[in-house]
């Protein structure tokens, strides 16, 4: 059987790239290639706490940066305590810091830019990150958390948030929040 040139030097090229690439691991060390292949297994993380704002007094917590009174386009920065408990008076576990905005002209529903940072506890040092949509008039919203930081690393998950008080008057509130995370 004839076998042309081409053909024998397609064949001679496949099996030397092929011994080549099989007997090299790409130059990459071989401490590096141990530590991208180990992983930790995910774990999930339940937590409960309220998260305080106060939009009326001397030292508001949540204040108004754009738009006109409470309507479609108003946008707020936040830096509420988040509490063990119901009451204000409860002990301070962490901040929720970011920002929200009305985000629908014909309903009641914001837009939740917000970070939640832990500042006590086994969590100290350690946030996750919430965006999403909070439409405001469901008893439970459901928003995701998309990211974390610190024991939070990799986060995924959801927060149930129910608002437990609110003063039409003043806007100042109590948001109970339940939250799943999965993370490493």
Do not use: C
Not at 36 to 64: C, D, W
């Amino acid at each position: 059987m004839a076998y042309s040139a081409s053909y024998t030097f397609f064949i001679f090229n496949f099996l030397f790239f092929s011994i080549s690439f099989s007997s090299s691991n790409g130059d990459v060390p071989d401490d590096l290639l141990e530590s991208i292949t180990v992983s930790r297994m995910e774990k999930t993380t339940h937590l409960h706490f309220y998260f305080q704002e106060v939009l009326s007094g001397k030292n508001p917590t949540a204040v108004k940066i754009i738009g006109d009174g409470r309507g479609f386009g108003t946008t707020l920065m936040i830096d509420d305590a988040l509490t063990q408990g119901l009451g204000r008076d409860s002990k301070v576990i962490g901040r929720a810091q970011g920002m929200y905005s009305s985000a629908a002209q014909n309903d009641i529903a914001f837009l939740m830019v917000v970070t939640f940072a832990f500042t006590e506890g086994m969590y100290n040092g350690s946030s996750i990150s919430m965006l999403g949509r909070n439409h405001v008039v469901d008893d439970v919203r459901e928003m995701p958390i998309v990211g974390g930081s610190g024991a939070f690393r990799f986060a995924r998950g959801y927060a149930l948030a129910h608002t437990v008080w609110f003063d039409p008057n003043t806007g100042d509130a109590s948001v109970e929040y339940n939250v799943s995370v999965v993370h490493f």
